[in-house]
C-alpha cells in the first residue's frame, strides 16, 4: 500500500475538479493532515501521473489561483493522454508574473512558489 492510499477520514474531499472534455473524469481535492498540504486523488487512477501536493501556504494566499493552477495542469495532461502523446510536468512556470516549480516529492509532485 502506498502512503498515498492510506487516507485517513481527516483527510477529507475538501472539492473537486472536473475534465471538461470528459466530466466522468473527476479529480478530487483533499486535505492530507499529515503533509499539512492539499492533494490531487485521481490523476494517477484516470491518467497515469503522479498526484500534485500544494502546501496550505499556497492555498491560503490565493485559493482561485491554485485551483485555476491545478485545472490547467490537469488539462494538459489530460490532453496529452487524449492525444496518445507523452506527458511531463515541467519543472517550472510562470502565472500572472509569479515563478512556481513542480519537483518530485516522493508519490508527489509537490507545487511550489519561488
Same mark, same amino acid.
Given at each position: *500500500?502506498?502512503? @498515498? +492510499?492510506? #487516507?485517513?477520514?481527516?483527510?477529507?474531499i475538501?472539492?473537486?475538479?472536473?475534465?471538461?472534455?470528459?466530466?466522468?473524469q473527476?479529480?478530487?481535492?483533499?486535505?492530507?493532515?499529515?503533509?499539512?498540504?492539499?492533494?490531487?486523488?485521481?490523476? =494517477?487512477?484516470?491518467?497515469?501521473? =503522479?498526484?500534485i501536493?500544494?502546501?496550505?501556504?499556497?492555498?491560503? !494566499? +490565493?485559493?482561485?489561483? !491554485?485551483?485555476?493552477? #491545478?485545472?490547467?495542469?490537469?488539462?494538459?495532461?489530460? @490532453?496529452? @493522454?487524449? *492525444?496518445?502523446?507523452?506527458? @511531463?510536468? !515541467?519543472?517550472?512556470?510562470?502565472?500572472?508574473? =509569479?515563478?512556481?516549480?513542480?519537483?518530485?516529492?516522493?508519490?508527489? *509532485? =509537490?507545487?511550489?512558489?519561488?
Open positions: *500500500m502506498s502512503e @498515498h +492510499d492510506d #487516507l485517513t477520514a481527516s483527510d477529507q475538501i472539492g473537486t475538479i472536473s475534465n471538461r472534455n470528459n466530466p466522468e473527476g479529480v478530487a481535492i483533499r486535505y492530507l493532515r499529515r503533509e499539512s498540504a492539499f492533494v490531487t486523488s485521481g490523476i =494517477k487512477t484516470y491518467l497515469g501521473m =503522479k498526484e501536493l500544494v502546501p496550505v501556504h499556497l492555498v491560503a !494566499v +490565493d485559493l482561485q489561483l !491554485v485551483g485555476a493552477i #491545478l485545472s490547467a495542469i490537469l488539462e494538459k495532461i489530460s @490532453h496529452s @493522454h487524449e *492525444m496518445d502523446l507523452p506527458f @511531463h510536468y !515541467v519543472s517550472r512556470f510562470e502565472v500572472l508574473g =509569479k515563478e512556481y516549480s513542480l519537483t518530485e516529492y516522493g508519490e508527489f *509532485m =509537490k507545487l511550489e512558489a519561488d
